[in-house]
């Protein structure tokens, strides 16, 4: 295993128990490259209650190269894959290495109620957002729903 990344992802890890997220929870499985996660869906938002697991996955590049990072959980979103992979600039094309995994989840929260439907990973939910916000809100009410039992 790489050094550089498995010093970068204690300190990833320290941080996260140093200071908290409300909302946004972290910690490695039994391998440090493998990580879970759950957020909290934010307040005032449609997604508000819902608990969404994600997994984050480390490459020995790390943090040169951006983790794998999916959500688990089922859910509703413009850019969000049916597999639950997530489709975000700062995990992709804009990925820096001065990113660590709270801003990674920071970042994804802050994606769940701002939507890009410019670049949809899913189409269905991408339309509904643009052409009927209404039915949009009901589907996503629904995963948050369902998010309750996974």
Known sequence: MSTSALVRLMRDLKKLQNE???DIHAKP???LMVWKAVIIGPQDTAWEGGTFKLLL???EEY????????FTTRI?????YNDGTICLDVLQNQWSSIFDVQAILTSVQSLLCDPNPESPANSE???????NRRAYMRRVREVVEKSWAQ
């Open 63 to 70: 943090p040169i190269k951006a983790p794998t990072v999916r």
């Open 125 to 131: 939910a991408a339309r509904l957002f643009v052409d």
């Open 20 to 22: 908290p997220m409300p």
């Open 76 to 80: 509703f979103h413009p850019n969000i």
């Open 57 to 59: 996955e480390f490459s």
């Open 29 to 31: 499985t039994e391998n």
